[in-house]
């Protein structure tokens, strides 16, 4: 069974809540009328798109249709579908990966997104892919933080780096970055605790760990991916406008997306803030998180 | 984006001013933004239709009342109508008539069940219970060990069978530990799963089965968008929920989800996790909720805090002072103290309806540091130059407490500008209070003139 099939499938909910509503819609009605495109907006925002952009989507699909002359409602799935891909497959939407080694990449996002279990599956992803791992544990302040990124180091056969439960995590983070260069990592994931956007304390140590790592290696963290819980509302937007803020957010990646959860938010964010998404969970083993490809996404949400 | 519904709706009507009845075609315009709000807010979009049609009801033909603009009247509905559905605040947990009491945590992967459970042992403790911690969570890496970690901060002891795979063995073990240790209260923190699943529900309802708990806990992300409704139904048709706990409230987001949740299941929300710190956990206010739904701000929780730090007579002596322009720095330094004891102080100012709103605030931005700055130049003055500094300050002076405080002259100078501000503003503050009372029917929104 290909990636396409399991997105397919784990995006089986996804699908039949947001497309069966989509095309009963369109299949009900012959001609497009107000009420049609009043129902459209109410189906984004069902799902998490948020109203703003449902509003701004629907708006343009409405310009697309009157410019195209299309008479059926059955055009306007693909217009809209259209106008998703547009809005999402735009950006730099791979990890990047810097000339020199190691590729530093910290992950940030708010608290119980599945930060440290992400951090685990990416390590399996780019060991598998050939490239040399480690992972510094720079979650002080959770409990048994450290012990969750353990078990996945060890899971994942990767080398961590770790401290003591409720150390400065810039230390901690400079130290990875030591040891990667040391070691000859390629790739060097820093896991961080879990902190609401809104605690400016919490963001400056953040933006500390930020600025230690640019001192140790010039440009890094080459990678800030701020972690999103596809359950999450509109409260999302504010959450990559924040984290961007402090330490430039570069990347999104998106988890739990197996879920009832529709993930429309990042839609939300993309057209807010312009940050793409990089990678998404699609379920709870090891394998399963992924690059995202916007085609595969929107094949899947609207097949 | 839509940052205070108060204003938008204020905008609605100022073009029907005057009116002494509100019309079908009023309410409407300003149900669209009430709309609005509620969706920005994450509310369930069908919970939103409802609840809107039940608002159109009550409002449409309503007389106004006299003190009251069109856009209060529509708040006013709107906010009585949200507090009534988020239900009367209830956050006693059903106690067994014989001990020991069973408490099951439930709920989706990073809601925050074992921060939870601790924070809930730490808060049943206080009101003088025994309460055992079990940690029934086998599939999280290290989540045994997250809650035994918790336990030892809070000196709570911890049930784990790290070699036990079912969770119903433990549970059952874990009660019968509780019998003999003469535990009260049982916790027990279970595993979450990332979506709502036939796993998860047979292995929650085996538990229940078997366990019989008193009291079946929903924990809840406040930041959940819309799917908060399939979670909230599907885990109350299966285990019948007694309440349910909102986590992650410190944050920004509206918590649209409380309104969801609510609605679809009927439950109480009993607590609300307002922070990071094991005592972070607070009974849940259904009227505070409305209002921070709507983008009002947190007026009461403000209030509250405020009364916490300041005793009734030194708020009158203190009121008196402002009124009468006699603030002079010493009571600038005072205030400082109490203000610093109410929380952080972006905490503080983001409850002030108005403020709420992020961008307001980002222009605000409060350095707490700052603060010590402050506290060390008034400290440097002599008991004249506090009482009076725009006569006795002169160049030399000011040289001579920038030496003292560690600071420079341009500093000073920025106090006293600052000082001088505060003192209108506070003013402002006193006159908005005034007019608060003339009006006299929505004490909770102090943003009306």
Known sequence: ?303 | MFANLAERLQDTFKKMRGKGRLTEADVNEALREVRLALLEADVNFKVVKNFVARIKERAVGQELLSSLNPAQHVIKIVHDELTTLMGGSNSKINLAPKPPTVIMMVGLNGAGKTTTSAKLANLLRKQGRRPLLVAADVYRPAAIKQLQVLGEQLKIQVFAREEQQDPVAIGRAAVEKAAVGGFDIVIIDTAGRQEVNEELMAELEAMNSYLQPHEILLVVDAMTGQTAVNVAETFNRRLELDGVVLTKLDGDTRGGAALSVRSVTGKPIKFAGVGEKLDALEPFHPDRMAERILGMGDMLTLIEKAQENFDAGQMARMQKKIRSMEFTLDDFLEQISHVKKMGPLEQVLGMIPGLGGLKKLKDIQVDEKELVYVEAIIRSMTPDERQEPERVLNGSRKRRIARGSGTSVQEVNRLLKQFEQTKKMMRQLMDMEKSMKKGGKIPKMPFFN
């Open chain 1, 1 to 303: 069974m290909g990636f396409f099939n399991r997105l397919k499938d784990s995006l089986a909910k996804t699908r039949q809540g947001f497309v069966e509503k989509i095309d009963t819609l369109v299949h009900r009605r012959k001609e497009i009328d107000e009420d049609v495109y009043e129902e459209l907006e109410e189906i984004l925002v069902q799902a998490d798109v948020g109203v703003a952009t449902a509003m701004e989507l629907v708006e343009n699909v409405r310009r697309i249709v009157k410019e195209r002359r299309i008479e059926d409602a059955a055009g306007i799935k693909p217009v809209l579908k259209e106008q998703i891909r547009e809005l999402l497959g735009t950006g730099n939407m791979t990890i990047n990966v810097y000339w020199q080694s190691p590729t530093v990449v910290l992950v940030v996002g708010v608290n119980g997104v599945g930060k440290t279990t992400t951090i685990g599956k990416m390590a399996h992803l780019y060991k598998m892919d050939g490239k040399r791992v480690l992972l510094g544990a720079a979650d002080t302040f959770r409990a048994a933080a450290i012990d969750q990124l353990e078990v996945w180091a060890e899971r994942v056969n990767v080398d961590l780096i770790k401290h003591r439960e409720g150390s400065d995590p810039a230390a901690v983070a400079y130290d990875s970055l030591q040891a990667a260069k040391a070691r000859g990592a390629d790739l060097l994931i820093i896991d961080t605790a879990g902190r609401l956007h809104t605690k400016s304390n919490l963001m400056e140590e953040l933006k500390k760990i930020g600025r230690v790592l640019d001192r140790a290696m010039p440009g890094a963290p080459h990678e800030v991916l701020l972690v999103l819980d596809a359950t999450t509302g509109q409260n999302a937007v504010n959450q990559a406008k924040l984290f961007g803020e402090a330490v430039g957010v570069t990347g999104i990646v998106l988890t739990k997306l197996d879920g009832s959860a529709k993930g429309g938010v990042v839609l939300g964010v993309k057209h807010a803030l312009n940050i793409p998404v990089k990678l998404i969970g699609i379920g709870e083993g090891i394998d399963d998180l992924r690059p995202f490809d916007v085609e595969e996404f929107v094949e899947a949400l609207f097949s």
